[in-house]
C-alpha cells in the first residue's frame, strides 16, 4: 500500500525488493501496526529536517510476520520463526553507540522506510529508491535487525511493540525506572496506554496526565493508579512534586513546561522525556548535551535492538497487549483521517495484510490532513533558545 504524494491517498502497487543475501531473512508479512509519525512522514510534515519524501512512498515500522526463507549464514532466525522488524533496519555496526546496544544513535542508521542504503546491508531494488516500509505483503530484512516474536504472543499485537512497546520501554530503561518510582505518562493514545501497562508490569506507580478528566475512565482500565487533569488548577497543586518520571508522548509542539511542577525536584530522576516529532524533542536532544545531563528536559526516539528483544519479551511474560484494532487495508484512508483528528480510543490500529491484494484501493477518500507546520532547522533553533532563556531546564 503506497501514496503517490502528500495526500496521503493509499492503493496498491506493484514493487520489488532485493533477494535475500546469506545474512537475510524473507518474512511473510502478516500484520503492520500503523503509526502517527507514518502520517508525518508521508504528507511531508518531517521535510525540514529529513528532506523530500521520494515517492511512492510505503509506510510502516510496525511489522509481524513468519520467516520463510533465511540466508546460509543466518543463525538469530530459522524458517517458520514469527519475526518483528521496528523503526530500522541497519546501522554501521562499528560506532560508539552501535557497540553499546544503541544502534537507533547511529549516524548511518537506515529506517525501515524512506531510508538510503549507506552500509551495505539494507539494498533496495531498484538501487538507490528508498527503503520500503510494512505496508505490504512481504519484507527482507539483515538478521541483526530482526526481532524473534515469542510464539505464544499474538502477531496481531506485536507490530504495535515494535514502535510503542520499544519507544516508551527505553526511556524508562536508560533512566533506571525500578519497582515503586512514580510515573506520570502525558497523552493517552497508542504510546501512553502502552507506556501505562509496561510501568505497571515493572513496579510502578502510574499517573496519567491529560487535559481533561474524559480519559479517566480508560486510564483506569489500562491500569493506572489516577488522572490529573492539567486544566484544572487544583488537581495540578494537588499532584505537585509527586512524580519521579514524566513520558511525554503528545505527537505536536506544545507547551510542556506545564508539567515541571509535578517533578520530585529531589527524586534521583527528575526529568521530563519528550518524545513527540516536533521541536520539543529536539530541544529535548540538545539541553541534555548543553547541559551534560543536568537538564529537567530530555529526550527520547526509539531503542536499540537488545532493548527491543527485551520489550517484546517483557510484553510475552506478562500478557501485555496494545489496545487494538485490526482494520483491512482499503481502511487506511480513514484510519489516516482518525489519526489525524485524534485518538481518543487509545487503539493501535493495525492492518491485516490477508486483506492486500493486487488492484486494491481504498473504501474512503483520501484524509483531510491538517495543516501542520513541519519542523524546520529555524524552528528547532529557535525552541532550544526559548528553553534555555525561560530556564525550563532547570
Not at 524458517?79 to 553507540?97: E, L, Y
Not at 512514580?182 to 496506554?193: D, K, M, N
Not at 522525556?273 to 539541553?287: D, K
Not at 484494532?325 to 487506511?332: D, F, M
Amino acid at each position: 500500500m503506497a501514496c503517490d504524494s502528500n495526500a496521503c491517498d493509499f492503493k496498491a502497487v506493484m514493487l520489488a525488493r532485493r533477494n535475500i543475501g546469506p545474512y537475510d531473512i524473507e518474512v511473510d508479512m502478516k500484520y503492520c501496526g500503523v503509526c502517527h509519525s507514518d502520517l508525518h512522514v508521508a504528507a511531508g510534515h518531517m521535510e525540514g529536517v529529513s528532506g523530500k519524501v521520494q515517492y511512492p512512498c510505503v509506510p510502516g515500522h510496525e511489522l509481524a510476520g513468519v520467516a520463510v526463507r533465511v540466508g546460509e549464514m543466518v543463525t538469530k532466525i530459522k524458517v517458520g520463526d514469527h519475526v518483528g522488524v521496528g523503526c530500522m533496519v541497519d546501522s554501521c555496526g562499528n560506532c560508539k553507540s552501535c557497540k553499546s546496544g544503541h544502534e537507533q544513535k547511529c549516524r548511518k542508521q537506515v529506517a525501515t522506510y524512506q531510508g538510503k542504503d549507506v552500509n551495505g546491508r539494507a539494498a533496495v531494488w531498484p538501487p538507490k529508491s528508498p527503503t520500503l516500509g510494512g505496508y505490504s505483503k512481504n519484507h527482507v530484512v539483515h538478521e541483526n535487525f530482526a526481532i524473534k516474536i515469542p510464539k505464544d504472543y499474538s502477531l496481531k499485537a506485536a507490530g504495535p511493540v515494535m514502535c510503542a512497546g520499544i519507544t516508551m520501554y527505553d526511556p524508562m530503561l536508560q533512566h533506571g525506572i525500578k519497582s515503586g518510582d512514580r510515573v506520570g505518562i502525558v497523552g493517552l493514545g497508542g504510546l501512553g496506554v502502552m507506556g501505562v501497562k509496561l510501568a505497571k508490569a515493572l513496579g510502578c506507580t502510574v499517573s496519567v496526565i491529560s487535559r481533561s478528566k474524559a480519559k479517566e475512565a480508560l486510564a483506569l482500565k489500562v491500569g493506572a493508579d489516577k488522572l490529573v487533569a492539567s486544566s484544572i488548577p487544583e488537581d495540578m497543586e494537588a499532584n505537585v512534586g509527586s512524580l519521579d518520571l514524566i513520558i511525554n508522548t503528545v505527537p505536536t509542539f506544545h507547551d510542556y513546561s506545564i508539567y515541571k511542577c509535578l517533578l520530585d525536584r529531589s527524586s534521583r530522576i527528575g526529568k521530563q522525556v519528550l518524545l513527540g516529532l516536533h521541536e520539543g524533542i529536539v530541544s529535548g536532544f540538545a539541553l541534555t548535551a548543553i547541559t551534560f545531563g543536568r537538564s529537567r528536559i530530555a529526550a527520547s526516539g526509539i531503542g536499540g535492538i537488545a532493548a527491543t528483544q527485551q520489550v517484546i519479551d517483557l510484553c510475552a511474560k506478562h500478557k501485555i497487549y496494545p489496545e487494538l484494532e485490526i482494520v483491512g487495508v482499503s481502511k487506511l484512508n480513514k484510519v489516516y483521517q482518525q489519526l489525524n483528528d485524534s485518538n481518543d480510543s487509545g487503539k493501535r490500529y493495525v492492518l491485516d495484510l490477508a486483506t492486500l491484494k493486487e488492484g486494491v484501493v481504498c473504501d474512503d477518500p483520501a484524509p483531510k490532513l491538517d495543516d501542520v507546520k513541519g519542523m524546520s532547522v529555524v524552528s528547532i533553533v529557535e525552541t532550544v533558545f526559548s528553553d534555555l532563556l525561560s530556564l525550563r531546564w532547570w
